[in-house]
Nanobody, 117 residues
Framework: VQLVESGGGSVQTGGSLRLSCAASDNTVRRRCWGWFRQAPGKEREGVAVIDGAGTTAYTQSVKGRFTISRDNAKSTVYLQMNSLKSEDTALYYC?????????????WGQGTQVTVS
């Protein structure tokens, strides 16, 4: 499956962005999906995950601000980001694999840049 992220950009502190990850097939609902990010000079970190049952989880620093969701009909996974902070600045990637209940990291998109200032 091929993944294409979009929706990144530059935003002021406190602003919002919605990232999209479009999949090339219609198996979104059967996969576990994740969003990762990587800031300059830092390791890639997991941000949010949604499994095939729709259960979600978030890293502590984004809880209450970010929401991961999916639209099966559009074969797209989203990351709604509110109350953005400068420390959210990073290249954001979506990833998935062949499993429904856990994240396999098998397929990755090219990334979309988010800059908060």
């Amino acid at each position: 499956v091929q993944l294409v992220e979009s929706g990144g950009g530059s935003v002021q502190t406190g602003g919002s962005l919605r990232l999209s990850c479009a999949a090339s097939d219609n198996t979104v609902r059967r996969r576990c999906w994740g969003w990762f990010r990587q800031a300059p000079g830092k390791e890639r970190e997991g941000v949010a995950v949604i499994d095939g049952a729709g259960t979600t989880a978030y890293t502590q620093s984004v809880k209450g601000r970010f929401t991961i969701s999916r639209d099966n009909a559009k074969s797209t996974v989203y990351l709604q980001m509110n109350s953005l902070k400068s420390e959210d600045t990073a290249l954001y990637y979506c990833t998935t694999g062949e499993k429904s209940s856990w994240l396999e990291y098998k397929y990755w998109g090219q990334g979309t840049q988010v800059t908060v200032s």
